[in-house]
């Protein structure tokens, strides 16, 4: 069974451009979650995914930041435009049902110069 | 908002001591899971406890539940270099995880 992939691995984009991470969760799991890592920080949640549908976004920074799952497969992270604060590494996870544990992706490290 | 306190942040142990992390919340919880992730790497999951005064072990890991579900504690017998990571607490409220901030554990062989 294939894991949680995460595209790309790293970025590095100027302050002001945009950048779109994405997720592909395990398949058959409903549950998809976004979260955030600032260097020697704690892991924080953005937003979850019921399917298609956004369950919780109270996580989101500001609306700087745009998550879709269109077809309640992939999703993906928009960031437009970029901070200098929004660097760190950008995790996703997901579960079969809510409770169960989360498979997390190896991450998207996001650099804002 | 949810509070999730995780102490120590950071340990250096010599190969073969025993390490502990502790996480306490600040309301009850549902379950609560424990997750590593090495440096450079993902979080993973390692388990997860659901009833209150629940203990469980994984070799040489063992996993408790308080009486109360406010707080857990993940205790490591004999170190090896194999264990060097950060260890996250994960608390369920509602439909999403809050983390503690992490152990950092470093074994000096």
């Known amino acids: 069974e294939a894991g949680v992939t995460q595209f790309p691995s790293h970025s590095v984009i100027e302050k002001g451009q945009t950048v779109t991470l994405r997720c592909d969760p395990i398949?058959?799991?409903?549950?998809l979650y976004w979260y955030r890592r600032v260097m020697g920080k704690e892991i924080k949640f953005l937003l979850h995914?019921?399917?298609?549908?956004?369950?919780?976004e109270s996580g989101m920074p500001n609306n700087r930041f745009l998550a879709e799952r269109t077809g309640g497969t992939y999703s993906t992270l928009k960031v437009q435009p970029a901070e200098l604060e929004d660097s760190g590494v950008y995790f996703c996870?997901?579960?079969?049902?809510?409770?169960?544990?989360?498979?997390f992706g190896d991450g998207t490290r996001l650099s804002i110069l | 908002g949810q509070q999730v306190m995780q102490i120590p942040q950071y340990q250096h142990v010599q190969e073969g001591e025993d390490f502990t992390t502790y996480c306490n919340s600040s309301?009850?919880?549902?379950?609560i899971q424990w997750y590593k992730q090495r440096p450079g790497g993902h979080p993973v999951f390692l388990i997860q406890?659901?009833?209150?005064?629940e203990v469980k072990k994984q070799k040489r890991l063992t996993f408790q539940f308080g009486e109360a579900k406010k707080n857990s504690s993940l205790h490591i017998t004999a170190t090896q270099t194999t264990d060097v990571g950060t260890y996250f607490c994960g608390m369920e409220y509602g439909n999403k995880l809050v983390f503690g901030a992490g152990t950092i554990l470093r074994v000096k062989s």
């Open positions: 995914f019921v399917k298609e549908s956004k369950q919780d």
């Open positions: 406890l659901v009833k209150s005064g």
């Open positions: 398949s058959g799991h409903d549950n």
């Open positions: 996870a997901s579960s079969q049902a809510l409770g169960q544990p989360q498979h």
């Open positions: 309301t009850t919880l549902s379950n």
